[in-house]
């Protein structure tokens, strides 16, 4: 982006998704440099690791592909609502896109595991050693963005900011190198066979759901490429049940057992 408009002013803020305090820190400066911010993308992602428990005590992917985005949207809700307050009355002015998968419909639980969102249960049970089970944990993961993304909207749209989640689509990225299992290897090499859509194409649905017009009335959904609707995860986002435990669940974690307060 630089290299092709050198007028931009583009500055880099340094956190990492695996360490809950760098958020804190994070956008505590974003919020003393700045005065509105308009988008967020919540993109960054791992894919089918190995279980493994982060410091702050969580499942990596759990933690990486959702709490730590949910936490980073809900430190940023005092800048969100400073900037929606530019446009009194208007639908959607901050918008936050939560990037997903539609796998999350496919290899992952049928419902988000309250009881135990690490999915830690999968591990030294009879199905511990598929190759199955990281793609498991890594579909809840996404299963909770699209989830949290409505929950989310449904508590903030009201003050003009929305929140959407969306699949890509099969993008030809790093992603699958993280999976060490035969599933992924196979992925791998499907990589190089089926149709796959460019990195660029990668961000279309992204940016539907960020800058467009019709996207004003559409908070709380889940788009397909490019801007599509899909309403696969409407028996999740129907559901005032499934996404008030997600609500509660993430807030019981991030506030009671890491520490955050939040300007709710």
């Known amino acids: 982006m630089k290299w092709s408009q050198s007028s931009l002013d583009i500055r880099f803020l340094q956190f990492d998704l695996q360490d809950l305090q760098s958020i804190k820190a994070a956008t505590a400066e974003f919020m003393q440099k700045e005065t509105r911010l308009d988008i967020l993308i919540n993109n960054a992602g791992i894919m089918a690791s190995p279980f493994e428990m982060t410091k702050d005590g969580y499942e990596i992917q759990w933690q990486t592909n959702f709490l730590a985005h949910h936490a980073l949207t809900l430190c940023l809700l005092p800048i969100f609502r400073q900037t929606a307050q530019l446009n009194p009355g208007h639908r959607a002015t901050v918008r936050i896109v939560n990037v997903a998968s539609d796998l999350a419909f496919s290899m992952g639980p049928k419902n988000i595991d309250y009881r135990d969102p690490n999915l830690t249960d999968l591990t030294g049970s009879p199905e511990s050693d598929s190759n199955a089970i990281p793609r498991k944990r890594y579909s809840h993961s996404k299963q909770a963005g699209i989830i949290g993304a409505k929950a989310i909207n449904d508590h903030y749209e009201h003050l003009g900011i929305a929140a959407y989640s969306i699949h890509p689509g099969i993008i030809k990225t790093n992603l699958q190198?993280?999976?060490?299992?035969?599933?992924?290897?196979?992925?791998?090499?499907?990589?190089?066979?089926?149709?796959?859509?460019?990195?660029?194409?990668?961000?279309?649905?992204?940016?539907?759901?960020?800058?467009?017009?019709?996207?004003?009335?559409?908070?709380?959904?889940?788009?397909?490429?490019?801007?599509?609707?899909?309403?696969?995860?409407?028996?999740?986002?129907?559901?005032?049940?499934?996404?008030?435990?997600?609500?509660?669940?993430?807030?019981?974690?991030?506030?009671?057992?890491?520490?955050f307060q939040f300007e709710l």
Do not use: E
């Open 177 to 259: 190198s993280h999976d060490s299992t035969l599933i992924g290897a196979v992925a791998r090499v499907a990589m190089n066979v089926v149709p796959t859509s460019s990195v660029i194409d990668g961000t279309r649905t992204s940016l539907y759901c960020a800058t467009s017009p019709k996207a004003s009335t559409q908070g709380g959904l889940f788009f397909i490429p490019f801007g599509k609707l899909d309403h696969r995860p409407d028996k999740w986002l129907n559901d005032p049940d499934a996404v008030g435990r997600l609500w509660d669940l993430a807030l019981a974690q991030l506030v009671t057992r890491s520490g």
